[in-house]
């Protein structure tokens, strides 16, 4: 995720602007540098970095600095508006209620076009109720169609495919084919190439002109860099872009690429990647966006991943839990079961406040080994001694060790653990309590009650 050490790298300044009366130039210089400096690591073009900079400038300087707004609040509500603003005040939906949903994924070879489309034929299909064919228009090679095919099987959608044809006529008679059978949501799947070149463009202008797509959506590799940027401009001249799908948003690339993108174009992304999976797709929200963005989590999108796994009073006990930075080895215990409930752990984290700076590069497997090991452990543990930690002195720990097969070190680092993520979780309220205060008026505030309870 891009901008992932903002938040530290502003609050490491800002404490030394503390005690001054307003924002002017001089003191917003060493701010202004840092979020430079983390724009460029994430590699945000250089003149949306500018513009950004300026517009965050103009809107502090001036303002005065008193003992209920903090400098650290103020830098943080302007960026935080500052990103919305370019990223979209609201969710960017499709054109769901149209008789005929015609949907085409255009984009480079291995952006995610055909993975996109598909997890968008689910999502069509399952939240949206509508009855959803795919259109297998890469003909470049043959092995799309059958990847088309099988990711269709994989979700009982229909794949529509025609031989020896181009991909107008595939796309044509797909549309007679969906007219004639009830189906209400046409998806494309398009052809792509390594680069840009004249021959799928061509094939893309003739797509446009001949059918009338409802949304156009492009597939961008959060992983690509800023030559993306070109590469936007020319699909959408090419044929007119309704939407960015970002894919791959699940790696540990900045994504710089494709914020730059909506800066310099002004398209919204619709939906993000966020792994392999065909569940792995995620509406974009432009706020909650925002604060991961600046590195306070999002424990809204946590809780809702949660609720839909697993049962809803469970999931905000938990997200309580974890915030009053009180929970017990029982807590623990019920943590560890619902996150294997929820899958990867490492997509988990990324939306927990402060958890990438507490586990920055979190493998899986590992991660899931060491659950186990720690499930172990509490599962060795009396009721008594689950409930009230501080029971655990040398004889009992010998005894849990035993039981769990476990060696005593590790007991005491499940122990240790207890304790340090409760303290983390302390932290990391404490500073979300402070970002959020700032940010009260923005519309992330309202949804998230836990964050007020906590303020002060
Ligand atoms: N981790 C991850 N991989 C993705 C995502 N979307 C697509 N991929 C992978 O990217 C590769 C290329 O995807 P594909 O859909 O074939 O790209 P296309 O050539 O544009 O159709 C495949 O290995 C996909 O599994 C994503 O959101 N996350
Ligand atoms: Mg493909």
Do not use: C, W
């Amino acid at each position: 995720m891009p901008f992932e050490q903002l938040s530290s790298r502003l609050t490491a300044i800002i404490t030394k602007i503390k005690g001054q009366s307003t924002l002017d130039e001089k003191n917003m210089e060493g701010m202004l540098r840092e979020i430079r400096l983390a724009l460029l690591e994430a590699d945000v073009n250089l003149s949306v970095i500018n513009g950004f900079l300026n517009r965050v400038k103009e809107k502090s300087i001036g303002i005065s600095l008193n003992a209920k707004v903090t400098p650290s609040n103020m830098v943080v509500k302007i960026v935080h508006d500052e990103i919305i603003s370019i990223l979209g005040q609201e969710i960017s939906t499709l054109k769901y209620n149209t008789p005929m949903m015609i949907v085409a994924m255009v984009g480079l070879q291995g952006s995610g076009k055909t993975t996109s489309i598909a997890k968008l034929a689910h999502f069509l299909k399952t939240k949206q109720q509508k009855k959803v064919l795919l259109v297998a228009a890469d003909l470049q090679r043959l092995a799309a169609v059958t990847q088309l095919k099988t990711l269709g099987n994989s979700i009982q959608v229909e794949v529509y495919s025609k031989e020896d044809s181009t991909p107008i006529q595939v796309v044509e008679s797909a549309l007679n084919y969906a007219r004639v059978n009830g189906f209400n949501s046409v998806l494309v799947d398009t052809a792509g190439r390594l680069s840009i070149d004249e021959e799928l463009m061509d094939e893309l202008s003739t797509l446009k002109n001949k059918i009338s797509f409802t949304d156009v959506l492009l597939s961008v590799d959060a992983m690509s860099g800023q030559d993306i940027i070109n590469v936007a401009k020319r699909f959408n001249e090419t044929i007119p872009l309704s939407g960015l799908f970002a894919t791959k948003f699940d790696s540990d690339s900045k994504g710089g690429g494709v914020f730059s993108v909506v800066s310099l174009t002004g398209i919204k992304v619709k939906f993000v990647g966020v792994g392999e999976k065909i569940e792995d797709l995620e509406l974009f929200y432009p706020d909650r966006y925002a604060n991961r963005l600046l590195g306070m989590g999002d424990i809204v999108s946590l809780v809702e991943k949660a609720q839909e796994t697993i049962d809803q009073k469970q999931a905000v006990n938990v997200a309580q839990k974890m915030m009053s930075g009180q929970f017990d080895f029982n807590d623990m215990l019920e943590q560890i079961n619902q996150v294997s409930k929820m899958g990867s752990l490492k997509n988990m984290m990324k939306m927990l406040p402060g958890a990438n700076k507490m586990m920055p590069n979190i493998d899986d497997d590992v991660a899931n080994a060491n659950l186990k090991k720690t499930k172990a452990i509490i599962q060795s543990m009396t009721k008594e001694e689950r409930a009230n930690p501080a029971l655990l002195k040398q004889p009992r720990k010998e005894r849990i060790a035993k039981g769990s097969g476990q060696p005593l070190l590790v007991v005491n680092q499940t122990i240790m653990q207890l304790e340090q993520t409760k303290e983390q979780m302390k932290q990391v309220m404490k500073f979300q309590g402070g970002a959020a205060s700032s940010l009260s008026a923005g519309s992330n505030t309202k949804r998230n009650p836990n964050k007020r309870k906590n303020k002060r």
